[in-house]
Nanobody, 115 residues
Framework: QVQLVESGGGLVQPGGSLRLSCVAS????????MGWHRQAPGKQREFVAR???????DVAEAVKGRFTISRDNAKKAVYLQQNSLKPEDTAVYYC?????????WGQGTRVTVSS
């Protein structure tokens, strides 16, 4: 079992930045691929970014060049640096840990981009 706790969300103006954090607890966290998804009001949950256990990173086209994902295995943490935020980035952001058939989710942290 892996438990995930997100933090760092909030209200930010367009063009601003936030850094989301996700701290994991449990065994063998470093073996998991870690990532972020988001769900905007009235929309389905969508992929945002992922970093594999080997450190390879991938981000969705909608956030490429603005968001950066990173992980710190010593701290069992994954981060999402969000720059140049847009109103369409408004959503609840969920941390995810995946390994084979095991897939765990956090409770989410809300990001609101508005002037």
């Amino acid at each position: 079992q892996v438990q995930l706790v997100e933090s760092g969300g909030g209200l930010v103006q367009p063009g601003g930045s936030l850094r989301l954090s996700c701290v994991a607890s449990g065994s063998f966290v470093s073996l998991y691929d870690m990532g972020w998804h988001r769900q905007a009001p009235g929309k389905q949950r969508e992929f945002v970014a992922r970093v594999t256990r080997d450190g390879a990173a991938d981000v969705a086209e909608a956030v490429k060049g603005r968001f950066t994902i990173s992980r710190d295995n010593a701290k069992k943490a994954v981060y999402l640096q969000q720059n140049s935020l847009k109103p369409e980035d408004t959503a609840v952001y969920y941390c995810n840990a995946a390994l084979l058939s095991n897939n765990f989710w956090g409770q989410g942290t809300r990001v609101t981009v508005s002037s």
